[in-house]
């Protein structure tokens, strides 16, 4: 089976999540337990981001996917986030085989996921960010950053979430709070976009997550709930 993106659904038995497979055909595999509950990832084929987003909120799913995977069942049983409330990773927003008319969607569920006043995303043009990048010292960055870094400017590749080389999604993120903002100060203003989504392989987003001003991992495992979640807030829009 070939998927155009994959889906988790945490904190839902599969009875919850049934009546999306038969009404649009999707498999439901089960996953391996994590420490914060069972995961089931529903693969869909040929179906818009949009489709699922509508039917999972119908049916009071919540639906996140990579980067949030730990803090999204905490987020929901704390009531930041209601059941229902859709949750996407912006990894896959310009995945090359994600069904185009379902970024709007992915956007507007996203850009709910971080504060924006410490921890702003950013979105620009792939070669802005490089020439950016090139004026700022990344000296002090763990070394998963630098690679993501150095494969980003090489050859517009980066290390994915489970540190192994990814396709070129022309996104890469950074949990530490400075750098959006320094980058942001190097880029054009008339070249920087702000909640919404700018479609093309040549957008990329970059994020931050603030843990007490130290360095994060570039790989969510290793930030827990609590950490990763502090200070997000809603938007309507």
């Known amino acids: 089976m070939s998927y155009f993106d994959l889906v988790r659904v945490f904190g839902c038995t599969v009875n919850d999540v049934a009546p999306l497979s038969g009404e649009f055909g999707l498999r439901i595999q089960l996953t391996q337990p994590t420490d914060l509950g069972k ?3 529903i693969g869909y084929e040929g179906h818009a981001n949009a489709e699922i987003c509508r039917l999972a909120d119908q049916h ?5 996917q990579n980067a949030f995977v730990k803090a999204a069942p905490d987020l929901r049983l704390s009531g930041k986030v209601k059941k229902g409330t859709l949750v996407q990773d912006f990894f896959h927003w310009d995945s090359p085989v994600a069904p185009p008319n379902g970024r709007g969607c992915a956007n507007v569920l996203f850009k709910a996921l971080f504060n924006e006043r410490q921890a702003p995303t ?3 043009r792939m070669d802005d960010v490089r020439e950016a990048l090139k004026k700022i010292d990344t000296a002090s960055f763990s070394e998963s950053i630098q690679d993501a870094l150095q494969e980003m400017q090489g050859s517009g590749y980066f290390f994915g979430l489970d540190g192994q080389e990814s396709e070129p999604r022309q996104a890469i993120l950074f949990q530490y709070p400075s750098l959006t903002e320094d980058v ?6 008339d070249k920087i976009y702000r909640h919404h989504w700018e479609s093309g392989s040549s957008t990329v987003v970059i994020h931050s997550i603030r843990q007490g001003g130290n ?3 570039a790989r969510p495992a290793s930030c827990d709930a609590q950490n990763c979640v502090s200070g997000l807030k809603l938007f309507p829009n």
């Open 39 to 41: 995961a089931f990832d």
């Open 60 to 64: 009071g799913v919540l639906v996140v």
């Open 122 to 124: 950013l979105y620009a």
């Open 184 to 189: 942001a100060k190097l880029i054009p203003p």
């Open 215 to 217: 360095l994060l991992h």
